[in-house]
């Protein structure tokens, strides 16, 4: 906490006075937005004529879409001029080129948050983790790239994917969710910073779980992250995606794109923990986390996975989809949400059935606590030429205490009668009896809230790796621990 | 010394006084057994004795081994020695039965400054107390009584008691919903785990569990009270006459 904030106030310090927008040589720009903004961070980015002309198309129809109004989540109305669309820890040349030049408090704030990014060791082998890591919007840290490399994996900052493989950027950019798809999706494509780039060849099981952490740390910062993962033929690749922020007292937004590409047999597995800033007890500050995340089973066979567990932002608004477009393809999205203090959450699914036999599993856990309000949406489409599709989904509430909430608004659109679908949901209060039950045998009342809970979200924790589970139990064991009693 | 010593025990339920001066001293070693008619309060005594809050002690005071009991959370009291096999034992999605049982023991040994079991030592001992109760094996990685028939719980709780070793246990109506053999088999892992230094509180509303489970003394509870004491005949005594005859009395 303490080194987070002597972050924060480090950056603060350095006094931005210069704000002119089209100064290439700043880290940052002043708030506001326009196309000089945009036309700034393309430059800034060095990017090419076509991408400034993508990105500002977009802007041009952001201008003219309504902001969405029906989700369950309230929130005053954004200011987007209030927001600084770039900034950079440190100047290009001053950039850290390795891990070994992160600056030692920032590594101590990744530490405190257990990422593993000092671990060197760790990453290299044991783990098998390799982490390209964000701090604001620029990657300070790229590992095992080489070793990537050698199977022609190419795992790198999108901003460097747009210098180094230009043609598979212009190729998938914006295919999966277009520009200007929705609100937030469209603000994305006009100022998107940086994210991640993953592309596995035909054939190549990547060796290694890919990693990338996000963080936001400066004051008044969106961020906009960009990520691309396309899988070829016959490819595997799982990627894990955690993020965490330092205590903050105002709201950020955070308004990412995650567009996921599987081609003939392919599989991608795409896991996130999720622990930003949830604001307080008041429901002051914490992050807006509206997020747009959507993978194309493109050919026969293939299949994609979500699974996310969500404890933090103020308000969490997204649905991981999936549109099976390829014959026998698979969507998965296996969910827990944690909503306490005054959190909110509005977040689901959509599963697009368009290819024959294909198949979706949704299991959304969802655990509201003291104030928090919690939202599952999920859409199952099946269109006319889905033949024998079939959909699963699962939707289970845990209430603790009388003051939280938890909804479910299943969407169904069914347009070949020969799918089939199932559709289960309860909602179960974590009782006074279950954790009675627990004390009289023994265990602390804070370990049977834990064994409770974790017993709740045993079938979404399963589908996470193995150290990102063990993590993720952490993690709710932490945010609930003062929710009962 | 007493292992459980009550004093003027006084519990409200809901704002509605339940037990009214309740005087009760178990030795170890000893099998006590209380009956008597539903709403007189045995329950009642179970679930005050094993922490629950919504019982509340409005006066009097509870010793186990000479400490104060009533100052004990739950948990430290079932750390303590006490066990209490519940009358509607409760599901636990998602948990097995091996990985609940696994952190009640190892908390229990921390209490006492002992080591975790090893993994090995303890599925060998889950083994065999689930064999001694005739406890289903499939039934120790399946989530903790989900699914399992009303025998199926009991026989669970009486699982669960044969590994935890408790000093106290307290059985609150556990021979109900069961059949002859699973009442047999129940009362037969009680029985195994009889000896000089462990005491039983057996709470039953029919005799016929106390011919399997032999009780050295039988108290009746009626109104909040113990109203008579007697040895293993007062449970036959009250197989043919009933309560109503206490009732009267306290009336």
Redesign the interface.
């Known amino acids: 906490m303490s080194a987070s904030t002597e972050t924060i106030e480090r950056f603060n310090e350095k006094g931005y006075e210069a704000g002119f927008v089209t100064n290439v040589e700043e880290d940052r720009v002043e708030p506001g937005l326009n196309e000089d903004t945009i036309r700034f961070i393309s430059a800034k980015k060095n990017e090419p004529e076509w991408l400034l002309e993508w990105r500002l198309e977009a802007y041009r129809n952001w201008l003219t879409m309504p902001e969405p109004d029906w989700q369950y989540v309230h929130y005053d109305p954004i200011d987007f001029q209030a927001i600084s669309y770039y900034s950079a820890p440190k100047r290009d040349e001053d950039r850290p080129q390795s891990l070994d030049d992160i600056d030692p408090e920032i590594r101590e704030t990744y530490e405190k948050l257990g990422i593993p990014l000092y671990e060197q060791e760790m990453l290299a082998g044991v783990a098998n983790v390799a982490v390209d890591a964000v701090f604001d919007s620029v990657s300070v840290a790229t590992s095992y790239k080489a070793k990537l490399a050698e199977q022609g994996i190419i795992f790198c900052s999108m901003s460097e994917a747009v210098q180094d493989h230009p043609e598979l950027v212009k190729q998938y950019l914006g295919t999966i969710i277009p520009r200007n798809d929705n609100y937030f999706a469209a603000l994305n494509s006009a100022v998107f910073t940086d994210g991640s780039f993953v592309y596995i060849p035909k054939g190549v099981r990547c060796p290694m779980e890919l990693s990338t952490y996000f963080r936001i740390n400066a004051a008044n910062t969106g961020q906009f992250e960009r990520t691309l993962i396309i899988a070829e033929d016959s490819s595997y690749v799982s990627y894990l995606e955690g993020c965490t922020a330092p205590m903050r007292d105002e709201n950020q937004l955070h308004a990412a794109v995650v567009e996921l590409v599987a081609l003939d047999s392919a599989e991608i597995k795409y896991s996130t923990v999720q622990n930003w800033y949830p604001g307080n007890a008041q429901g002051k500050g914490g992050v807006y986390n509206f997020v747009t995340k959507r993978g194309l089973c493109a050919g026969d066979n293939s299949k994609i996975s979500w699974t996310q567990v969500e404890t933090g932002s103020a308000i969490t608004w997204k649905y991981p989809s999936v549109v099976m477009r390829g014959d026998n393809s698979v969507g998965e999205f296996y969910s827990v949400a944690v909503t306490r203090l005054r959190q909110q959450a509005d977040t689901g699914t959509k599963m697009i059935h368009m290819g024959k036999n294909t198949r979706s599993t949704i299991i959304s856990k969802g655990i509201s606590a003291q104030e928090g309000q919690q939202v599952y949406r999920g859409l199952v489409r099946i269109t006319p030429t889905a033949e024998d599709a079939r959909n699963y989904s699962q939707c289970d509430s845990m209430l603790m205490g009388s003051e939280c909430g938890a909804h479910t608004f299943p969407y169904l659109d069914v347009n070949n009668a020969t799918a089939q679908l199932e559709h289960e949901a309860t909602t179960s209060k974590i009782?006074?009896?279950?954790i009675?039950?627990?004390?009289?045998?023994?265990?602390?009342?804070e370990?049977a809230v834990s064994?409770?809970v974790?017993?709740?979200?045993?079938?979404v924790f399963r589908e996470l790796p193995m150290e990102f589970a063990v993590e993720a139990q952490k993690l709710l064991e932490i945010t609930l621990e003062d929710s009962v009693g | 010394m007493a292992l459980l010593e009550i004093r003027n025990l006084h519990v409200n339920v809901e704002g509605a006084e339940i037990l009214k001066g309740l005087n009760l001293t178990i030795e170890p070693g000893k099998v006590q057994a209380i009956m008597g008619p539903n709403g007189g309060g045995k329950s009642t005594l179970a679930k005050a004795l094993?922490?629950?809050?919504?019982y509340e002690v409005t006066e009097g005071e509870v010793l186990f081994n000479g400490k104060d009991l009533l100052e004990m959370?739950?948990?430290v009291?079932?750390?303590e020695g006490v066990?209490?096999g519940?009358q509607y034992?409760?599901?636990?999605?998602?948990?097995s039965n091996t990985y609940?049982?696994k952190?009640?023991?190892n908390?229990?040994r921390k209490?006492h400054g002992k080591d975790e079991m090893d993994a090995m030592e303890f599925l060998e001992l889950v083994r065999e107390r689930a064999k001694r109760v005739k406890l289903d094996e499939g039934l120790l990685q399946r989530?903790v009584n989900e699914g399992f028939s009303g025998g199926e719980k009991k026989r669970n709780e009486i699982f669960?008691m044969s590994v935890?070793e408790p000093m106290l246990g307290i059985l609150d109506e556990t021979d109900s919903g069961l059949d002859i053999d699973a009442l047999r088999t129940v009362s037969d892992g009680v029985n195994a785990m009889r000896d000089n230094d462990r005491a039983f509180l057996v709470i039953t509303h029919y005799q016929r569990l106390l011919d399997y489970i032999v009780p050295d003394v039988v108290h009746v509870l009626v109104d909040g009270r113990i109203v008579k004491t007697g040895g293993k005949e007062l449970a036959k005594e009250l197989e043919q006459k009933g309560y109503e005859g206490f009732d009267e009395a306290v009336a």
């Open positions: 009782g006074e009896d279950q009675l039950y627990c004390t009289s045998r023994g265990i602390s009342a370990d064994l409770i974790n017993g709740f979200c045993k079938e | 094993v922490g629950d809050e919504a959370d739950p948990e009291r079932a750390r066990f209490m519940f034992p409760v599901e636990i999605p998602g948990v609940f049982l952190a009640a023991v908390a229990i209490h989530p669960h935890l």
